[in-house]
């Protein structure tokens, strides 16, 4: 039986950080567990590949939501990375941190040490920004941050202007002193390919005598002496291994894995467990509720002037940039979908902005519900835009079906299910027609296509929100970090309530949803709980 000082399960956004910087002194010996396979795959390694990645069960959980009433019973499809990077291996790339609010928020939610200003360190230790070093941004971490403003489509300037004409301001860094306004996105990539935690993290480690890295490995349970953490047991290639870790086991498998792997040992509802027949360990009601996501709506538009439909649909377009990417790693296919975006108080008085836009010069009117074919666009020049409140307040849940460790738990997001999500939906439908209503955008707009111009009554608007609104693939809080074991899972040293040696970190512990995309966040709790754990162990 194999013995290592710390086990980390789930080599995702938080899982590498943990691989990397746990093994990084050679004095403690690491286990990284990954139930999925390499990241070096073109489609995962080539920016805009993550539309094939984005529906490819090699890659990807694939899971799907249960019929959920707040949109119409529609069911969601909620892609999770399953390869070496995990979710950061199939994301936009998007790197937004969030606004400093959302973090003291956590800290007075009873988490000291989680304030903006004790998180600030991490993510300037966790990013290499193009743009240099300065007090918010750091220069010499592992994730390169790119600064797209010369390599987004032309059209993204008809967006920045509409946000002038607004009165909003342009933001040339959405990471910098203020999150407001209308810019461009950065995102992790270098030289053209994506920096996945994987590649930032992991990569550079995997050299390490006192690292191992077994991929395809699907941990089935954690094992325990009493209420002590003492290893896992996986299943890779047909047969079972066990894992016995020394000091501590560290679940780092997501928002959807993390809580399902702890209900399938033993921790979690106790009722929910003795019907499944699960032996209980530790009775935590927290472990797969509070479950929040971002819920967004897309317009559609054709356009008056080219986009990149006209680039990519036609096959010789697709050829030509293929080529492109093939010689130089530059052109369309060395970016994401969404270009330019921003952030936007629509109320006064808030402490953070509360709605996020998306402007993509692409369009896709007839992909299929849960796959966008990124290199297939529609046949006509067209553009989306897009918009998502920051804080919704309607929470889900998630349970086992069974104690299958194999079969899917069932995913219930409970979207719309407050009347404040509701108007903040509504708001954020009347805004995306408030910038298409702009000179700037209306100049090129030649008709909407969705919703279509009937759909003008608040009403409408939200009834179309319920039949076309979908998730931004922001699952997080199923393993809340709090004070309370009663409510909450981990507390603020990431330890798991009632456990010993065992801790989560991952997107799963977010007291509450960050303000804009969540793959930077995650990738800071990486880096923060290793100075967590290497103290403890010091």
Same mark, same amino acid.
């Given at each position: ?46 920016? @805009? ?41 199939? /994301?936009?790339? @998007? ?33 290499? /920004? ?16 790119? %600064? ?23 933001? *040339? ?56 953490? *003492? ?5 890779? /290639?047909? /047969? ?20 399902q792997l702890l209900q399938l040992s033993g921790v979690g509802p106790g009722a ?57 790693? *530059? ?31 692409? %369009? ?64 954020? %439908? ?16 030649? !008709? ?7 759909? *003008? ?29 009663? !409510? ?5 040293? &990431? ?6 040696? &065992?801790?989560?970190?991952?997107? %799963? ?30």
């Amino acid at each position: 039986m194999a013995e290592y000082d710390f086990i980390v399960v789930g080599a995702g956004s938080a899982g590498c950080v943990l691989a990397s910087r746990l093994s990084e002194s050679g004095r403690f010996s690491v286990l990284l567990v990954e139930a999925g396979g390499s990241d070096r795959s073109f489609w995962l390694m080539m920016p @805009i590949g993550y539309g094939k990645a984005f529906y490819d069960k090699r890659c990807n959980w694939m899971y799907m939501t249960e019929p959920d009433q707040g949109l119409n019973g529609r069911q969601s499809y909620w892609p999770r990375g399953k390869a070496l990077g995990g979710s950061s291996a199939i /994301n936009a790339m @998007i790197f937004v941190r969030g606004h400093s609010s959302d973090f003291d928020g956590w800290a007075a939610m009873g988490n000291p040490g989680w304030g903006w200003d004790e998180v600030l360190p991490y993510f300037k230790k966790l990013e290499s /920004n193009d743009r240099g070093a300065d007090s918010l941004r750091g220069a010499d971490g592992p994730v390169r941050i790119e %600064s797209k403003e010369n390599d987004v489509h032309p059209l993204c300037q008809s967006f920045l202007k509409a946000g002038a004409e607004l009165g909003m301001r342009k933001n *040339t860094d959405f990471n910098g002193p203020e999150l407001d306004g209308f810019g461009v996105y950065q995102i992790t990539t270098k030289d053209g390919m994506r920096m996945s935690a994987a590649r930032a993290y992991l990569r550079p480690a995997r050299g390490r005598a006192n690292l191992r890295v077994e991929t395809g490995a699907f941990t089935q349970t954690i094992l325990f002496d009493g209420k002590r953490a *003492t290893g896992i047991r996986y299943r890779q /290639n047909g /047969n079972e291994h066990t894992a016995r870790a020394r000091r501590e086991v560290i679940l780092s498998a997501g928002a959807i894995n993390s809580p399902q792997l702890l209900q399938l040992s033993g921790v979690g509802p106790g009722a929910l467990l003795q019907t499944l027949g699960i032996p209980v360990v530790a009775a935590l009601e927290g472990v797969g509720r509070h479950l929040q996501d971002h819920l967004c709506i897309d317009y559609l538009f054709r356009s008056r002037v080219p986009t990149l439909n006209n680039q990519l649909s036609p096959f010789m377009g697709r050829l030509r940039y293929g080529l492109q990417y093939l010689l130089s790693r *530059t052109g369309p296919l060395s970016l994401g979908i969404n270009h330019a975006g921003g952030f936007v108080h629509t109320a006064p008085g808030l402490a953070a902005p509360n709605m996020q836009l998306f402007f993509s010069p692409m %369009s896709y009117t007839k992909a299929p519900p849960g796959k966008r074919p990124l290199m297939r666009p529609d046949p006509f020049p067209g553009f989306a835009l897009a918009a998502q409140p920051t804080r919704p307040t309607s929470r889900g849940h998630l349970a086992l079906r069974s104690p299958d460790a194999s079969a899917s738990p069932a995913i219930h997001p409970n979207y719309l299910s407050t009347e404040f999500d509701q108007q903040e939906m509504i708001v954020a %439908s009347r805004l995306v027609r408030r910038i298409a209503a702009t000179p700037a955008l209306s100049a090129v707009i030649a !008709e909407e296509l969705a919703p279509g111009p009937s759909v *003008t009554s608040d009403e409408a608007m939200l009834d179309d929100c319920r039949a076309r609104a979908g998730t931004v693939y922001h699952p997080v809080s199923t393993c809340r970090m709090g004070p309370d074991p009663a !409510e909450d899972v981990v507390d603020a040293a &990431l330890r798991v309530h009632g456990i010993t040696n &065992l801790r989560v970190a991952d997107a %799963s512990i977010f007291p509450t949803l960050t303000t804009g995309n969540t793959n930077a966040a995650a990738i800071m709790v990486g880096e923060k709980a290793s100075d967590l754990i290497l103290s403890a162990h010091r």
